[in-house]
């Protein structure tokens, strides 16, 4: 199976802010990583997938980028709506696998 | 609208069987793999099972091979999730999920709400 390592495991940012979350898989999964946000009692929500194409509707301060082993998803400008939990998934092969996540809370 | 309601989820004993079912609207649902996916504090997000718009091809986790069947309705708009033999690690919320075109990107666009499952005597 390939493991999906996610850091930081947690953030404090302040609203106005740039975030940078990393993603590293245990072997090269080409392009096939997708970023969701997932809200307290919510589902998780695609923001990004294949790296680095963004999901219909979603702000363009999220961004993706990477190859192989290493991603990156990047918040230009951390807006109050954005604290939140964001995951990363592999869709290279089944068992498709998670990310551990990354809390991002409020300074 | 494109929409997902996951229902079946309950309280049982370990060694019960449980059946969730997930109602897909606003798109069409023939077209579309579908996958659950379940979530558990401890664990994070996990991938359980996954099967192809026709239900020809079916894949599941090593952790539920042979306790659960995926299972798909087209006429009815309905995939399933029967889940038998039942462990307390099998205590989550399940959510359904819809994968994206083309489905071999693996990503999941469309989620349900959610269904809590609870493994417990």
């Known amino acids: 199976d390939i493991q999906m390592t996610q850091s930081p495991s947690s953030l404090s940012a302040s609203v106005g802010v740039r975030i940078i979350i990393t993603c590293r898989a245990s072997?090269?999964?080409?392009?096939?990583l997708n970023w969701y946000q997932q809200k307290p009692g919510k589902a998780p929500k695609l923001l990004i997938n294949t790296a680095s194409s963004l999901q219909s509707g979603v702000p363009s301060r999220f961004s993706g980028s990477g190859s192989g082993t290493d991603f990156t998803l990047t918040v230009s400008s951390l807006q109050p709506e954005d604290f939140a939990t964001y995951y990363c998934?592999?869709?290279?092969?089944?068992?498709?696998?998670f990310g551990g996540g990354t809390k991002v809370e409020i300074k | 609208e494109v929409q997902l309601v996951e229902s079946g989820g309950g309280l049982v004993q370990p060694g019960g069987s449980l059946r969730l079912s997930c109602a897909a609207s606003?798109?069409?649902?023939?077209?579309?793999?579908m996958v659950w996916v379940r979530q558990t504090p401890g664990k994070g997000l996990v991938w359980v099972s996954r099967i192809n718009s026709d239900a020809s091809s079916i894949g599941y986790a090593d952790s539920v091979k042979g306790r659960f069947t995926i299972s798909r309705d087209n006429a009815k708009n309905t995939l399933h999730l029967q889940m038998n033999s039942l462990r307390a690690e099998d205590t989550a919320v399940y959510y359904c999920?819809?994968?994206?075109?083309?489905?071999?990107?693996?990503?999941?666009?469309?989620w349900g709400n959610g269904t809590t499952v609870t493994v417990s005597s």
């Open positions: 072997q090269s999964i080409n392009s096939f």
């Open positions: 998934q592999q869709g290279f092969s089944t068992p498709l696998t």
């Open positions: 999920a819809r994968l994206g075109l083309p489905y071999y990107y693996y990503y999941m666009d469309v």
């Open positions: 606003g798109f069409t649902f023939s077209s579309y793999w």
